[in-house]
């Protein structure tokens, strides 16, 4: 069986909280990340300084209506039994999503790109994104040329993450050329590979798309 889901509302709710083998302790907040722009509804999630421009990126085969859509971060700080409170908390993205309706999600499904076909999946895989500059990024495949020089280390991405000491985010930027907008994050902790997920409604409405950097356990009472 593919890999399954986790229960992502408890991940976004504030104030949950997590214990690592280790007794390294973990409490959730959840960071807003402002309104990204969708003038295609073609959504689609990769590491923006390895991928943004390079053309190796499809957009996800589910789309949504054109508009302007919230971003937000489930962000764990952590911390070790009696450590005192530090000037600079240690903290990690757990998730990023894109939320597309405030309603309940009752149904999760893996984000897929063209040809991707999850029935060919064997026990725990998933698709995804592979992370080799330690950020994950939501944005319209419109915007895909519409940052350049992000690879160069150059732009209003670059920026936003230097200026802000790269602080976890979500960093909401702005082409200045076109006015695509792009939502950036980093990702958990670091380079590795990460699904997306999409959410549903019982009515099959999509409520999210969802990246899972896999920084929280799931909590002891969720459900099998």
Same mark, same amino acid.
């Given at each position: 069986?593919?890999m399954?889901?986790r229960?992502y509302?408890?991940? %976004?709710?504030?104030? =949950?909280? %997590? &214990?690592?083998?280790?007794?390294?302790t973990?409490?959730?907040?959840v960071?807003d +990340?402002g309104?990204?722009?969708?003038?295609?509804?073609r959504?689609?999630?990769?590491?923006?300084?390895?991928?943004?421009? =390079?053309?190796?990126?499809e957009? *996800?085969?589910?789309?949504v209506?054109?508009?302007?859509?919230r971003?937000?971060?489930?962000?764990?700080t952590?911390?070790?039994? +009696?450590e005192?409170?530090?000037?600079?908390p240690?903290?990690?993205?757990?998730?990023?999503?894109?939320?597309?309706?405030?309603?309940p999600?009752?149904?999760?499904?893996?984000?897929l790109?063209?040809e991707?076909?999850?029935?060919?999946?064997? !026990?725990?895989? *998933? %698709? +995804?994104?592979?992370?080799?500059?330690?950020?994950?990024?939501?944005?319209?495949?419109?915007a895909?040329?519409a940052?350049?020089?992000?690879?160069?280390?150059?732009?209003?991405?670059?920026?936003? %993450?230097?200026?802000s000491d @790269?602080?976890?985010g979500?960093?909401?930027?702005? =082409?200045?050329?076109t006015g695509? &907008?792009?939502a950036?994050?980093? =990702? +958990? @902790?670091? !380079?590795?590979?990460?699904?997306?997920?999409?959410?549903?409604?019982?009515?099959?409405? /999509?409520?999210?798309?969802?990246t899972d950097?896999? /920084?929280?356990?799931?909590?002891?009472?969720?459900?099998?």
């Amino acid at each position: 069986m593919p890999m399954s889901p986790r229960d992502y509302a408890w991940l %976004f709710t504030p104030g =949950s909280t %997590f &214990t690592y083998e280790s007794g390294q302790t973990g409490v959730i907040h959840v960071a807003d +990340g402002g309104a990204l722009d969708l003038p295609t509804g073609r959504v689609v999630a990769c590491d923006p300084f390895v991928y943004l421009g =390079s053309g190796d990126m499809e957009p *996800f085969t589910v789309t949504v209506a054109p508009g302007r859509y919230r971003v937000e971060a489930a962000v764990a700080t952590l911390t070790r039994p +009696g450590e005192p409170p530090a000037e600079h908390p240690h903290r990690r993205v757990a998730a990023a999503r894109l939320v597309i309706r405030d309603e309940p999600t009752a149904t999760w499904e893996l984000a897929l790109g063209p040809e991707q076909d999850p029935a060919g999946l064997g !026990d725990d895989e *998933f %698709f +995804g994104y592979g992370v080799d500059a330690g950020t994950g990024c939501f944005y319209d495949a419109s915007a895909e040329e519409a940052f350049p020089g992000t690879e160069d280390e150059e732009g209003p991405l670059w920026e936003a %993450f230097e200026n802000s000491d @790269w602080s976890e985010g979500p960093h909401l930027v702005t =082409s200045a050329g076109t006015g695509h &907008t792009l939502a950036a994050f980093t =990702s +958990g @902790w670091g !380079d590795g590979f990460y699904p997306t997920w999409i959410g549903r409604t019982a009515s099959g409405e /999509v409520t999210c798309y969802l990246t899972d950097f896999f /920084v929280a356990p799931a909590p002891a009472d969720a459900p099998v």
